[in-house]
């Protein structure tokens, strides 16, 4: 069977994300961050991916542990782990780095990895953001991607359990 290491090659610890971060941007390269549970990945993501990626050279994705997403969503989630759900989000060919995060919020890691654009989904407004008041200091933009209607998690989760 053949190792997918394209795509675990893309999954780092924060220390070697910021090292990686580091050569990219010595490189020149515009690096974009967004972050999210991604608990059971859909269009709705994949629309923001994609047009988070659009914002510059290297997309990195925040991804919440397990522990994270089940103090923010509560007792019934995470679906899908976490290890899944980085690899999940590593493989898109728009992806160029996944980091797990622990925390509630990803405002330590956009610390440590300075992006030049941060990108949320629809469902914030800028002031909401966490980490854009450090973005924006740093002569960085921060985006908001429309939400694409009819796609959550969490409909998603009520639509599979009334099957």
């Known amino acids: 069977m053949q190792k997918l290491h394209w795509i675990q090659d893309k999954i780092y610890s924060r220390e070697n994300l910021v090292r990686e ?11 974009v961050f967004t972050n999210g549970c991604f608990d059971i990945l859909h269009h709705g993501h994949l629309d923001l991916l994609a047009r988070a990626a659009g914002f510059g050279n290297i997309l990195v994705v925040g991804v919440n542990t397990d522990s994270s997403v089940h103090r923010l969503k509560g007792p019934t989630r995470p679906v899908t782990n976490e290890q899944d759900r980085a690899f999940q989000v590593a493989s898109l060919l728009c992806t160029d780095a996944v980091c797990l995060f622990d925390e509630d919020t990803p405002e330590a890691l956009i ?6 654009v941060l990108v949320k989904g629809g469902d ?25 209607n009819g796609y959550s998690t969490t409909s998603l989760i009520e639509r599979i359990q009334r099957l």
């Open 21 to 31: 971060c580091n050569v990219w941007r010595t490189t020149g390269k515009k690096i």
């Open 111 to 116: 610390k440590m990895i300075k992006p030049d």
């Open 124 to 148: 914030y407004t800028i002031d909401k953001i966490v980490g854009a008041d450090f973005v924006q200091t740093r002569g960085g933009s921060v985006e908001i991607i429309p939400f694409v």
